[in-house]
């Protein structure tokens, strides 16, 4: 969109903490080289953007930190028109109230698919071979115990997921070469994609009760909080294991820490949790068998730069008056 004053981008402070880069440089500073724009830190804490942020900029790039609803209450006018979410989840951005007001939202799939995805590969291995307990027990000068601690091959054993997107999708084509049976639940499945991936589409129940792995990869809204409750894992193998690198609230923590006490399942791989961040003192960690990560196994230098290259590549489609790219509210394009 060719405008004839500097485009005000605001970023949020995460951006900019001190030892804590979370983004490519490279790709930012070629954004701010264009003459047409100007980068700034939202003066805006963790505690979310707010109405003056969506007054002062065009544009916003936000990673973690909030859109609330608070942000939209009054009857000021806004500037902003464009919200860039660095990553992929967009359950605290307010999405029908930037709807509403003329905001369109974009995501940046192609920067998390792979990363996720090599992150569930990763917990898959890591659990399937007891990495964490036989490190412990080596620490702990338990060498014998180690040795006899019995892991679980992967050929013929299922893993399924709850969710047939882009993530989902890719974790199937890395594990693929270990020969293991794919399943997944999805309301809306693209069974061409599930047939060329050799993935069996079932229903939600099915996909628990045959799970030697089970995967969570669905987004987080109220149909969805808590889908994997007491029922749900009580439908699970007492061998299978479970694993969440989507949204914490997917899963009920009472209830998962319920079923590894009784031994209801054989554990867990987690990067997520209800409550974020989570201490020390929560009650999953009394368990060898709980790998946990605090919502960061993704992050690698590949991720960085991909989800860089989505936020520069919106950016610059609305500079130049073009179609957003991967909009998660089209209908702000009718509000128009």
Known sequence: MQQSSIIKIGMTREFFDVGAQIWDREIFDAIAADPRVEITPLA?????????????????VVRKTGVPQAAFEGDGPLRTRLICRFGVGYDHI????????????????????????????ALVMAL???????????????????????????????????????????AFRLLAPFGMRMMACDPRPDMAVAEGLGV???????????????????????????????????????TAYLINTARGALVSQEALVAALAERRIAG?????????????????????????????LCWTDECATLTSRGVRDAITAWLDGKPLPNLVNPDVLRAA
């Open 44 to 60: 805006s804490g963790e505690s979310g953007v707010t109405a003056a942020d969506l007054a002062a900029h065009d544009i916003l």
């Open 200 to 238: 069996e589409i079932a229903d939600f129940g099915t996909v628990l009760s045959q799970a030697d792995f089970l995967t969570v990869n669905c987004p987080l809204s109220p149909a969805t909080r808590h889908i994997i409750d007491a029922g749900a894992l009580a439908r699970m193998k007492p």
């Open 94 to 121: 307010a999405l029908a109230d930037c709807t509403k007001r003329g905001i369109a939202v974009t995501i940046t799939p192609d920067g998390v698919r792979r990363p996720v995805a090599s992150s569930i590969v």
């Open 268 to 296: 867990a791989g987690l990067d997520v949790f209800e409550v974020e961040p989570t201490g020390a003192g929560n009650p999953l960690f009394a368990y060898d068998t709980v790998i946990a990560a605090p919502h960061s």
């Open 128 to 170: 399937s071979h007891r990495v964490l307990e036989k490190n412990a027990l080596i620490r702990a000068g338990e060498w014998g115990a180690g040795r006899v601690l019995l892991g679980m091959g992967l050929e013929g054993r299922v893993l399924a997921s709850v969710g047939f997107g882009n993530i989902a999708r890719e």
